[in-house]
């Protein structure tokens, strides 16, 4: 009997330090373990308050019009450029046309203008060589009015002394009266021309005034044109970018109106992380610093970016309501920071990332 009892307490013993020994591990393991996690910690800051953000391309008509054809469907890859909807052409190809005629017709009253003025010019030219040869006779005349006085004042002294007839006399007398006529005559003859030149000139001004008026018209008729060829170019709504067409709320024989939203391209190259932490979480967060992305959505795939910026203010600070604690009931909380977190190159190139998307960033700060 004493034998049996010696063997159990021998067993329980042995259990005793198993037990012991076994803990002494596992508070070891548990205190390693946490070391590790501790350290894990203190290099890396996690968030799942943290989701996909990319640009959305609102793509709305310039024109109003009724929708002609809808060539994409939602969910559709687009490239820029591609045409995503048609208006009906028909008024605006009527407003170029009536531009363009306008355009036309005021060209063509441009040419009669010109015309009108070549013409002014030449009579001006004309007028002025008649004004030169009318200036020619008058030298002529003078010559010959100087002589005839001359004549005449020879004539009389002959007269006197008898040395001369009469009529040899009245005929001097009478070769200066006309002498001096057409002397007069000349002289008049270049006022006249001088007046004409006068009219000529302010014809010629206002034929140049009229083509500067129809130049001006000209352009201002131009700029019609291209302002209708321009909005006739809007009937086709293309993509703003590469990407995917969603929210598309337009039909064929729609009737839209400039400015009206009819669908949006999602360009899913271009996709980032907004990140919100906890304001005691930024003091070890800097621009620069590598992140590894977790993706709900996508549990075998693992992204790897940088962050880019941290915003200049909390998530409540700039949404629609802000809070106002000067109320009185003021409770703290604590507060998030947008942190903007950019993929590395060719990180989303299949394009799996969706605007929305939950995930989970762990920034390396160690």
Do not use: C
């Amino acid at each position: 009997m004493e034998e049996t009892g010696e063997v159990l307490n021998n067993g329980s013993n042995s259990r005793k330090k198993k037990l012991i020994i076994g803990g002494i591990i596992a508070a070891m393991l548990f205190v390693v373990f946490l070391f590790a996690y501790l350290r894990y910690r203190a290099g890396h800051i996690t968030t799942d308050d943290a989701y996909v953000e990319g640009a959305v391309h609102t793509v709305a008509s310039k024109v109003a019009g009724t929708v002609k054809n809808v060539l994409v469907a939602d969910n559709q890859s687009v490239k820029k450029g591609d045409v995503l909807v048609e208006i009906d052409e028909v008024d605006y190809d009527i407003k170029v046309k009536e531009a363009s005629t306008s355009l036309d017709a005021e060209k063509t009253r441009l040419f009669e203008a010109r015309s009108r003025l070549d013409a002014a010019r030449r009579q001006v030219d004309e007028v002025r060589a008649a004004i030169s040869s009318a200036k020619a006779a008058v030298e002529v005349q003078e010559a010959n009015a100087r002589q005839a006085r001359l004549d005449m004042k020879r004539a009389d002294n002959l007269f006197k002394n008898e040395a001369i007839s009469r009529e040899r006399h009245e005929k001097a007398k009478t070769s200066l009266d006309v002498a001096e006529a057409q002397l007069k005559a000349a002289g008049e003859q270049v006022k006249r021309l001088e007046a004409s030149l006068q009219a000529q000139l302010s014809a010629a001004r206002q034929a140049e005034a009229l083509v500067k008026t129809q130049q001006a018209m000209i352009v201002q008729r131009q700029t019609v044109v291209e302002a209708a060829e321009l909005t006739r170019s809007y009937v086709k709504i293309v993509a703003p970018a590469d990407g995917y067409v969603t929210k598309k709320s337009v039909e064929a024989g729609n009737q839209v109106s400039p400015g009206q939203p009819l669908l949006a391209v999602v360009p899913l190259g271009d996709t980032w992380i907004v990140a919100n932490y906890k304001e005691t979480q930024l003091q070890r967060i800097r621009p620069g610093q590598k992140v590894r992305i977790k993706i709900d959505a996508l549990p075998n795939k693992k992204l790897t970016g940088i962050v880019e910026s941290v915003m200049a203010g909390t998530g409540a600070t700039f949404s629609l309501f802000p809070p106002e604690n000067a109320t009185g009931n003021y409770v703290k909380v604590v507060q998030r920071v947008p942190v903007k977190i950019v993929l590395d190159k060719d990180a989303n190139k299949d394009h799996s990332l969706r605007i929305g998307m939950s995930v989970v960033p762990t920034v390396i700060v160690k």
